[in-house]
């Protein structure tokens, strides 16, 4: 995600006041003990989503049914299970509108039939014996992996009763299982509900005949090794979910345009390649998953389509979420990244998204992001102009306001950061906005923005200089406020990405984030996994780096003193300087010196330091990449006066 006002809010926020204390936090456990203990968080939940909506726009509703598999790969028994009913964040009542603070996201205002909503209908397990094979409601037909098997009419079977923990928020909903589901076992929900998202943008919006639907169904929470992660959905925080299959049936108008994640498989999305896209031919990859046979009729679309609707069935495989957008105005240009296909949908008088611009700008980043991790292991990737301006991401999805490669870049990222490699954003959020970030510069640097981290680094730094800071690594929640965490998570976090690739070298760097892709694709990744990557491809370790950089609020500078140059015996000029460093942060630095550069691995807080060079050194700098997180950087360069004829 990526708001249009961070960048501004980070600069005009960046000399707050400090908002929490200077307590130190425990230190991290050793790599050792951390790698021992990831071999128990080696599972995680399977599940499988079979979907039908139908969109009724002349009442403004999306009805919905969906029958969800869940597979318990956990070792513990499990007697609820949460879901997060993510559009209710955006009405009256919600912990989001009681918490926002900017005027102009006031969903406490909202009045019907402007506010969203996703009400849960009815909601049952389903027996297995519906669908021939087993009896009762678990199974372990999902032992192999797959989650569960069979298929068949979703049969009448024990309704579950809906709690609200949160009440009165309502974007987090507890059903109670009648039989506790344990280890190794699967389940079968069926839930029928009505959603509709808000007029009012925000990661989701209708607008006349626009719907931006990326909250919109029950989507079962995360449960890994710290429980169920069941969190009201709010400002801070954003994605985690589970792995599995969507098989996604949408019943909508005949003229109707559709983008979304996955493949259609049947049905027609109305995309009609317009001259300047630089595909002419549609490539629709409808066999991209053979001919898949969808798990369970949610029983909502019976017969076929009304006069004057259609439907279009869209399966995706590998993915932890599925979101779309419809508007009959879209126009749709196509191209390739190898076997991938970019689709841009786009409504009419976006002048720099036409002529094929959107569709080379994506094509141009996630060529360089293959590059960076791997092969993008999904069949496409989708750019559509949201309602909304900034972006958001969702796997094969990315909703944009606008067609810059700076945005392009940063949402298509996430496909990896996020969608590919799925960390928790409520705990780790800067494990893939800090690297998306971090990234957006990366490509800028290889592309010839000048200086693309100067921002940054400016805002940064005042932080660091005010103490208004909190560690990168909070959990999202915890952090004072949205300028805060987008200060921490973002700028911050991609500038520790940044002094990480310059203090293990650029292609060591490179060979860890292949080495992460490949080791923890379509897998939850912490931030220990990163540091694990890294480690491997430097042989080093890195537990202080990360410990200092992210679970701490330690500041760094350091400083010149005093240079003298004199002629050195053997003949050119020697030239000793003092280094001084302050705060309890520590990195190496590089001095300058002349034409030439050492690297000063001291830990000593004042070094003396000669360095011969064949010229005499016009300056001395400390730090001559600025890469390194400061709270001063005006005391990191001398010139040095050449004495008078
Ligand atoms: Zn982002």
Redesign the pocket.
Known sequence: ??LRMVARALIAAALAPPAISSATPAPRSSPAVAREAAADTLWQQRVAYSTEARLDEAAQVLHGAEVVRYHNQSPDTLGVLYFHLYLNAFRPHSLWARTERRKEYDFGALQDPDYGYERVRSAEVVPWAAVGGGAGETSTAGRAGAVGRGRGRAGRGRTLEAAYPFAPDSTVVRFQLPRALPPGDSIRVRIAWDARPATLCRRQCRQGRHWDLAQWYPRVAVFDTAGWEDHPLYPQGEFYGEFGTYDVTLDLAADQVVGATGVPVSGDPGWKPDASSPDREVDYERDWYGAPVRLDDPGLLTDVAAAGRKRVRFRAEEVHHFAWSVDPQYRYEQDHVGKVVIRVLYRPGDLDWDLGAAARRTVRALGWLEGIYGPYPWPQLTNLHRLEGG?T?FPMVIMNGGPGQGLIT??SS?QYN?GILANNEWKEGWL??GM??FLTNWFAEEHGVPQPWSRSMEAAEAREAASATQPVSEPSEDFSDFSMYGAMI?TKGSIVLRMLRWLVGEDVFRRGMHDYYRTERFHHVTAADLEAAMERASGKDLSWYFHEWLQTTWTLDYALGDVRTERADGGGWRTSVRVTRSGRAWMPVDLEVGDTTVRLDSRDSSQQVTVVTGERPDSVILDPDGVLLQTDRSNDRKELRKPGP
């Open positions: 995600m990526i972006g991401e940063h949402e996430h996020m893939d906005e998306a970030s973002y």
